[in-house]
């Protein structure tokens, strides 16, 4: 229904505003409204699941989130494996994996979802993937040349971008924030 996607694009502009409680109450409301209509399309709902899941993440509830981003990845695999909205759950899925410390799950996702925003994505979405994928990598001695190189062009992007939205900013002030803790570090 026309309420539901003003709804939807409501939620997402408070997402990126950072209100993230909001976002996630009006995606709830959102998701009750597909539940008790017999026509959703399957589509728009993996797409809700996908934005609670981001909002779980940012407010600290990753298991959460796993199981959100979860039915949004299943969805997408199994009608449009190569379609771009699989970026969102699969980044969703490997920033939940890493933030509960399960680096190898984190990796596999999150290089997915690269790989996916790469072809289809904007240079923001590229670069949010490709900061919490350095993140993840720099846990492994063997992968901390490439989680810096990431790093570095997340940030060029973001720094390049990050004037759009509350939410960029934030990502950008995380990943300088990130690289400051690391600098001198030889270990990165």
Request: aromatic share 8%.
């Given at each position: 229904?026309?309420?539901?996607?003003?709804?939807?694009?409501?939620?997402?502009?408070?997402?990126?505003?950072?209100?993230?409680?909001?976002?996630?109450?009006?995606?709830?409301?959102?998701?009750?409204?597909?539940?008790?209509?017999?026509?959703?399309?399957?589509?728009?709902?993996?797409?809700v699941w996908s934005n609670l899941g981001e909002v779980s993440n940012r407010l600290g509830e990753p298991r959460r989130a796993l199981e959100e981003c979860g039915k949004a990845r299943s969805h997408w695999e199994r009608t449009t494996p190569n379609h771009p909205y699989l970026a969102y759950a699969l980044h969703c899925v490997g920033e939940a994996n890493y933030l509960l410390g399960q680096?190898?799950?984190?990796?596999?996702?999150?290089?997915?979802?690269?790989s996916l925003r790469e072809q289809h994505g904007t240079e923001l979405e590229v670069a949010e993937t490709q900061a919490v994928l350095a993140y993840a990598l720099s846990a492994s001695p063997t992968t901390r040349k490439q989680a810096k190189h990431l790093a570095n062009k997340a940030l060029h992007a973001f720094e390049e971008n990050a004037y759009r939205s509350p939410h960029d900013q934030g990502r950008l002030a995380e990943l300088r924030t990130w690289l400051a803790a690391r600098q001198g570090n030889k270990s990165l």
């Open positions: 229904s026309a309420v539901r996607n003003v709804d939807q694009a409501i939620g997402f502009t408070l997402f990126l505003a950072e209100r993230f409680v909001e976002a996630r109450a009006l995606d709830e409301t959102v998701m009750q409204s597909y539940a008790a209509d017999p026509y959703a399309r399957p589509d728009e709902v993996a797409v680096r190898d799950l984190a990796v596999g996702a999150l290089q997915a979802a690269l």
